[in-house]
């Protein structure tokens, strides 16, 4: 089953962090695919940072950041497999 999770607030190109507003919870080692108009991307969270921080968690309204494997898009949806 795939549940939305949170949306991409922004995308930092250098660090290839996306900025995620979440919905749902999320942890490290969830499987999840962030998909818009332009990407498809599916990828394991493997870092993950809130307020600078590396954290393992986070729940819902929280604003985090994911390394991310590919360029995503503000406005792109972030699901996770489960």
Avoid: F
């Amino acid at each position: 089953m795939i549940t939305m999770i949170g949306r991409v607030s922004h995308y930092y190109p250098r660090v290839g962090v996306a900025a995620i507003v979440l919905s749902d919870h999320i942890a490290r080692g969830d499987r999840i695919r962030i998909h818009g108009p332009h990407d498809d991307l599916y990828q394991t969270v493997t870092s993950m940072e809130y307020d600078h921080n590396p954290i393992e968690e986070a729940d819902p309204g929280q604003d985090i950041g994911i390394l991310v494997n590919e360029r995503v898009h503000e406005g792109d949806l972030v699901c996770k497999e489960s």
